[in-house]
């Protein structure tokens, strides 16, 4: 495996502003905005996102929440990968409110059409938006597309994209793993 | 993490120190969705499981089709009472006429021990013992420690009291397997007819004396006196058993410690328990039923993961 940085700590700060300020845009005071980070990957970009409208935008109240899309996965039983669950905590009413689904790399699309399945489980939101660090375009499975895209690439299958954030690794970073 | 290391689910013994941290962190995760609105999660919507009930059960076998109904797999129910077993059907012809009508897995409850394994070797389906015999009863064991790991926390060095009729209990064995995997110090408590004999073999201390037991633990698992397995007398009346090793609040107040107070169901209030110490703060008897929902949900998915036959997208 070969490692190439694709995205640099100070390239992601500027666009977690930009993306930030998008949502800023589009949600005003979040009064009725519901941020929820997919599991497991996705949870860190919600935290860095939220961090960012509290301190540098000062949004004071900004309701989160955490999906895991195990149960939902349209490749139980399929994929040679297997998925663990992990944490689910939504402790807002999602019937009537705009979600925004936060995850870091936006693939095929199939986690994304679990997390909608998830979603219709727990109510009818108003609308459903989709926030990613890093789209690898013509990838999909799906018709899905991000609201809001921090960049998009061009990796081709056997590629991974990874996402490391502080403080799990000594700094934010996006590789790309090429397979040698 | 890996898959669970077994295909079948048909004892405690049989699972490794990873498989009983997949199925409680699963089952944690199942728990969450059982206390949503909707408690239903779509991943087996593609399976058919049959309840193969031989033996009477309430609890386990509607605990067990809750589970299937909450994961979306079909599910079918069969009872001795309404069955060709009576017509004179061996076992293993009822379960491949099951199979042939595209079950994908089965949970047996059978009055014989050994059945499930006998299944399992003799059928082409994925198995869940839900209680054979006198052998073992692996949910009701890994609920038990479940629901003993939230109140108690990590169990090693915990020190668990199993009361009662030990010897006609598969609660009681499988329990025996679980606590000690999970590192906890087990002591079973009864008159010495209903102990097993082998009991020191299993590695759990023996004692007569029900107040020296909740004295030495932190928990006690009280077991209903399983008068229908009873062919012959084991203590002189029902109220010397009470009295002797009923559970009450007196009792209770005589050791000075809070203790965490488990029972499998059916309770007999006023024998091996009574009703002021089953409804107690400390009592989780209704803890137990509700994780015993999340435990057969998370085995099933487990166990589900490795039915393999649809091929990679």
């Known amino acids: 495996m070969l490692d190439r940085v694709l995205l640099d700590e100070l390239k992601i700060n500027v666009l977690l502003n930009r993306l930030s300020c ?21 949870i860190y970009l919600l935290d860095r996102i939220v961090e960012l409208l509290k301190n540098e935008y000062g949004i004071k109240d900004v309701k989160v929440g955490k999906l895991d899309t195990t149960f939902y996965r349209d490749d139980f039983r399929r994929s040679k990968k297997i998925h663990f669950a992990k944490a689910t905590e939504l402790n807002f009413e999602v019937e009537g409110r705009k979600i925004v689904l936060i995850d870091d790399v936006l693939y095929t699309g199939r986690s994304i059409r679990a997390a909608l399945t998830a979603i219709d489980y727990y109510g009818r939101p108003s609308i459903i938006e989709l926030l990613v660090l890093i789209d690898r375009r013509f990838s999909r499975h799906l018709p899905i597309q991000p609201d809001y895209l921090g960049v998009q690439i061009d990796a081709i299958e056997g590629d991974k994209v990874r996402v490391e954030w502080r403080p799990e690794k000594r700094s934010d970073c996006v590789y790309i793993e090429k397979e040698s | 993490m890996n898959e669970i290391s077994v295909n079948h689910l048909l004892g405690i013994q049989n699972l490794t120190e990873k498989d009983f941290d997949l199925i ?40 067990f089709e809750l589970a299937e109904k909450r994961l979306s797999a079909d599910v079918i129910n069969f009872s001795t009472s309404q069955s060709s077993i009576k017509k004179g059907e061996t076992l293993v012809d009822t379960v491949n006429n099951i199979l042939a009508m595209k079950v994908d897995m089965i949970v047996i409850r059978h009055p014989h021990a050994g059945s499930a394994k006998f299944l399992s070797q003799n059928v082409n389906s994925q198995i869940i013992n839900a209680g054979d015999g006198a052998h073992e009863h692996p949910t009701q064991a890994l609920l038990d420690c479940f629901s003993l790991r939230e109140r108690l926390g990590d169990l090693k060095g915990k020190h668990i009291a199993i009361i009662g009729d030990i010897i006609h209990s598969r609660v009681a064995i499988s329990n025996i397997f679980a606590l000690k995997a999970l590192g906890a110090e087990v002591m079973i408590c009864g008159p010495k007819s209903l102990l097993p004999k082998y009991a020191e073999s299993m590695g759990v201390n023996v004692e007569i004396d029900l107040i020296k037991a909740l004295r030495w633990c932190d928990a006690v698992n009280m077991l209903r006196v399983q008068n229908e397995r009873m062919n012959i007398n084991y203590f002189p009346s029902t109220r010397e058993y009470s009295k002797l090793y009923g559970l009450t609040n007196e009792k209770i107040q005589s050791i000075r410690k809070p203790i965490t107070i488990l029972h499998p169901g059916p309770i007999n209030r006023g024998v091996e328990i009574t009703s002021e110490v089953a409804d107690s703060e400390n009592a989780i008897i209704l803890d137990q039923v509700e994780n015993g929902v999340a435990i057969r949900m998370a085995v099933i998915y487990l166990l589900a993961s490795k039915i393999k036959n649809i091929s990679s997208a």
């Open chain 1, 22 to 42: 998008q949502l800023l845009e589009f949600h005003g005071d979040f009064t009725n905005t519901l941020l929820i980070g997919l599991q497991p990957r996705g």
């Open chain 2, 24 to 63: 409680f962190n699963t089952a944690s995760q199942f728990k969450e969705v059982i206390n949503r609105p909707i408690k239903k999660v779509p991943s087996l919507r593609d399976l058919t499981i049959a309840n193969l009930f031989f033996e009477n059960s309430t609890r386990t076998k509607l605990s």
